[in-house]
């Protein structure tokens, strides 16, 4: 294999269904589906890898961990910034830094769910349905509400 790409922070265990990473000929990419909470955790899994893929601030990259990391050569991010990369670290060393193009729509659409739970009270709802039991409250409605 000429590149290895390691995705991080692949909780939800998506990040190889999403994008079609076979285009990329001979590299190995492995996703991250555990955190890799502290820095030393991150040296030992990241070491072999010349390219790492962060979903958003999860992973902190600060200088004295990119400066352990000389196969590490293109560090990229979901959305357009990560405050948890030291720039100036990254590009002193000569490491490439880029961004994806982000969506617009799911803090929304995250925004109107959290809001129906809290006015509905859905988590106690379902907990109820599931212990055999019915609706517990009535909730609020949100027509009119600003």
């Not at 922070?9 to 589906?33: H, M, N, P, Q």
């Not at 990560?82 to 925004?111: F, H, K, Q, W």
Request: charged share 20%.
């Amino acid at each position: 294999m000429s590149h290895r790409i390691a995705l991080l922070d692949d909780y939800v265990g998506i990040a190889l269904k999403a994008a079609d990473w076979s285009r990329l000929r001979d590299c190995e990419v492995v996703a991250f589906t555990q955190p890799l909470s502290t820095e030393a955790e991150l040296l030992g899994a990241l070491q072999p890898f010349d390219i790492v893929m962060a979903l958003r601030e999860r992973s902190q990259f600060p200088a004295r961990l990119l400066e352990r990391l000389p196969h590490l050569k293109l560090l990229v991010t979901a959305g357009m910034r990560n405050a948890a990369i030291d720039m100036a670290a990254a590009r002193a060393l000569g490491m490439m830094v880029c961004g994806t193009r982000g969506l617009s729509y799911p803090t929304a659409e995250l925004a109107i769910a959290m809001m129906l739970d809290l006015a509905r009270d859905i988590p106690a709802q379902q907990a109820s349905l599931r212990a055999g039991r019915w609706q517990t409250s009535a909730g609020i409605g949100l027509n009119g509400k600003v």
